[in-house]
């Protein structure tokens, strides 16, 4: 049994109904039931207000609350809260030049505490697995 935190661009696809954004490595972790999925409240907000200010498009889902029940009834992916030892671990994180997103530091320092493989879509992230990241690149 492996667990796997999911960032948003992740979280995103599915949502979206994308499925050819997810590259076929990860969509057979995403369909391995004996794989454990996880998101941090910090990406499920971002999703959130994505939706609200009509960012993200979904045909699947009628409104906010419904695209954050169907994070865990339907798709199975727990969201877990942002913690003191996640927030330290991201006051320890060496920050690479030029990526400067606080919710990319949030969810890498979270997958670096809880030693999960974090899926990503975002390129910036191999940069941190000389940091114990372990990283799974969702390659478009």
């Known amino acids: ?17 994308d ?3 997810i590259s076929r490595e990860v969509q057979e972790i ?9 998101t941090n409240s910090i990406a499920v907000a ?3 207000q994505l939706y609200r200010i009509n960012k993200l ?12 029940k169907a994070i865990e009834d339907e798709f199975r992916i727990e969201i877990l809260p942002f913690s003191k030892q996640h927030l330290s671990i991201m006051l320890q994180l060496e920050i690479k030049e ?6 990319d530091h949030a969810i890498i320092s979270q997958a670096i505490a809880e030693k999960m493989a974090l899926i ?5 992230f191999v940069n941190y697995t000389l940091q114990n990241l372990n990283f799974v690149f969702n390659k478009r």
């Open 1 to 17: 049994m492996n667990r796997y935190l999911l960032d948003i661009n992740i979280l995103a696809f599915l949502i979206s109904g």
């Open 19 to 21: 499925i050819d954004s």
């Open 30 to 38: 995403l369909k391995d039931y004996s794989n454990l999925m996880y």
């Open 46 to 48: 971002e999703l959130l």
């Open 57 to 68: 498009q979904t045909n699947l889902h009628k409104s906010a609350l419904e695209i954050y």
């Open 98 to 103: 030029g990526h400067n997103d606080p919710f």
């Open 120 to 124: 990503s879509s975002d390129r910036q």
